[in-house]
């Protein structure tokens, strides 16, 4: 959790590894752990490799941090070899990518495009009230320091960034690497229904208003919506509030996010639409529907020359690979908007992720380490 003891622990030991394999290293005012080895004859233009080290409440030992230790081991393997290479490889530890804390997410990597405003900081709060400035300053940085994050694109040359699948296809395909190509967009709503709270006996079915019925009958019917642009697209209910939540009372109000996700520019904010469309047909003028637009993100896509230096080391290697899109969001999609990204997916046993049942094999993650070191030579010699 972001801007707490085991936060600073967290940097404190990763500033250790740093060190200990010669690299220049400082922390950021947005908190990202950065250690650069630098390059032969350029100086700018810094091949960046990324990922995150918070996590989220009972999460698994791999999401996020290991994209940060496969980071430390290529540095390494450059460092015991005493590898010459023109260009800087950096690592950078990102913090707050979850948004578990301050329910936003991408601090760090927004900081370092200049993507984090007054009102991020100083608006945004935990649930205990302390806003992300304080929170900030109990842990020694100075927030109104942090557009100094900010990076020039000539800076950085490629960013890639190592990841867990956090989902099924690679072990289900017996695939080693995921050579990602797209992360989704997401299209977040709530959606509130209003109806008439009535006693749940003696109110005849013909003569309620009801709610939840109304949203029951939508949600059944999100599988279909989820397909109708994209066939690999995804439709998500994941909270439900029902208001009074009462077992002898006919709801008066219910409240659902609706989060629809897909690869391809403008189907998540299609189907939402349709969705919309559904809801108000389904609540007829009988009940209220209103609709708040939380997230509106269309996909981003990764660079095409890093895709290509990512498959051709897999290829090299004689691991079995894919290309494929990432149905959940990373910090490449934020420094995307800075400089060309790549992404490296490992598998995710039984797709597990955002639980302590998260799991990747040592083997597999030497492969993936091995094609982010081999990725980092080309990129960067
Ligand atoms: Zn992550």
């Given at each position: 959790m972001p801007f707490t003891e085991e936060d600073q622990a967290a940097r404190e030991y990763l500033l250790h590894e740093m060190h200990s394999i010669g690299l220049e290293t400082r922390v950021d005012e947005a908190s990202s752990v950065c250690g650069v080895r630098p390059g032969n004859t350029d100086k700018s233009h810094a091949v960046v490799m990324g990922s995150h080290y918070d996590t989220v409440i009972n999460?698994?030992?791999?999401?996020?941090?290991l994209g940060v230790v496969c980071g430390l081991e290529v540095l390494r393997v450059l460092h015991e070899n005493q590898v010459q290479l023109s260009k800087p490889v950096e690592l950078i530890a990102f913090n707050d990518e979850e948004g578990v804390r301050f329910n936003r997410g991408f601090t760090g990597s927004k900081a370092i495009i200049g993507h984090v405003t007054d009102e991020d900081i100083w608006k945004t709060r935990d649930r205990q009230g302390i806003s992300l400035g304080q929170a900030m300053q109990q842990a020694g940085f100075d927030p109104t320091l942090i557009g100094k994050v900010q990076r020039e694109p000539?800076?950085?040359s490629a960013y890639v960034e190592l990841h867990?699948?956090?989902?099924p296809v690679l072990e289900a395909e017996q695939l080693d690497i995921g050579v990602v190509t797209t992360i989704a967009g997401t299209w977040r709503t709530f959606v509130e229904i209003i109806g008439r709270p009535d006693h749940a006996g003696t109110t005849p079915m013909h003569m309620r208003k009801d709610p939840l019925v109304a949203a029951a009958q939508l949600i059944a019917k999100l599988p279909g919506f989820a397909h109708l642009v994209d066939p690999q697209g995804v439709a998500t209910v994941g909270i439900v509030n029902v208001e009074?939540?009462?077992?002898?009372v006919v709801p008066a109000k219910v409240t659902f996010s609706l989060d629809i996700r897909s690869q391809f520019g403008g189907a998540a904010r299609q189907v939402t639409a349709r969705v919309i469309e559904e809801a108000r047909s389904i609540c007829g003028d009988q009940l209220e529907c209103n609709i708040r637009m939380a997230m509106e993100e269309e996909p981003v896509h990764t660079d095409h020359h890093i895709q290509q230096v990512i498959e051709d080391a897999a290829k090299e290697n004689g691991y079995a690979f894919k290309r494929m899109f990432s149905g959940a969001g990373h910090d490449a999609q934020i420094m995307a908007l800075l400089c060309p990204v790549g992404m490296i997916f490992v598998p995710s046993r039984s797709g597990r992720?955002?639980?302590?049942l998260e799991y990747t094999t040592p083997e597999a993650i030497a492969k993936g380490a091995q094609v982010l070191l081999d990725a980092i030579l080309t990129l960067a010699k």
């Amino acid at each position: 959790m972001p801007f707490t003891e085991e936060d600073q622990a967290a940097r404190e030991y990763l500033l250790h590894e740093m060190h200990s394999i010669g690299l220049e290293t400082r922390v950021d005012e947005a908190s990202s752990v950065c250690g650069v080895r630098p390059g032969n004859t350029d100086k700018s233009h810094a091949v960046v490799m990324g990922s995150h080290y918070d996590t989220v409440i009972n999460g698994g030992a791999y999401d996020g941090i290991l994209g940060v230790v496969c980071g430390l081991e290529v540095l390494r393997v450059l460092h015991e070899n005493q590898v010459q290479l023109s260009k800087p490889v950096e690592l950078i530890a990102f913090n707050d990518e979850e948004g578990v804390r301050f329910n936003r997410g991408f601090t760090g990597s927004k900081a370092i495009i200049g993507h984090v405003t007054d009102e991020d900081i100083w608006k945004t709060r935990d649930r205990q009230g302390i806003s992300l400035g304080q929170a900030m300053q109990q842990a020694g940085f100075d927030p109104t320091l942090i557009g100094k994050v900010q990076r020039e694109p000539e800076q950085i040359s490629a960013y890639v960034e190592l990841h867990i699948e956090q989902g099924p296809v690679l072990e289900a395909e017996q695939l080693d690497i995921g050579v990602v190509t797209t992360i989704a967009g997401t299209w977040r709503t709530f959606v509130e229904i209003i109806g008439r709270p009535d006693h749940a006996g003696t109110t005849p079915m013909h003569m309620r208003k009801d709610p939840l019925v109304a949203a029951a009958q939508l949600i059944a019917k999100l599988p279909g919506f989820a397909h109708l642009v994209d066939p690999q697209g995804v439709a998500t209910v994941g909270i439900v509030n029902v208001e009074p939540n009462v077992a002898n009372v006919v709801p008066a109000k219910v409240t659902f996010s609706l989060d629809i996700r897909s690869q391809f520019g403008g189907a998540a904010r299609q189907v939402t639409a349709r969705v919309i469309e559904e809801a108000r047909s389904i609540c007829g003028d009988q009940l209220e529907c209103n609709i708040r637009m939380a997230m509106e993100e269309e996909p981003v896509h990764t660079d095409h020359h890093i895709q290509q230096v990512i498959e051709d080391a897999a290829k090299e290697n004689g691991y079995a690979f894919k290309r494929m899109f990432s149905g959940a969001g990373h910090d490449a999609q934020i420094m995307a908007l800075l400089c060309p990204v790549g992404m490296i997916f490992v598998p995710s046993r039984s797709g597990r992720s955002h639980s302590h049942l998260e799991y990747t094999t040592p083997e597999a993650i030497a492969k993936g380490a091995q094609v982010l070191l081999d990725a980092i030579l080309t990129l960067a010699k």
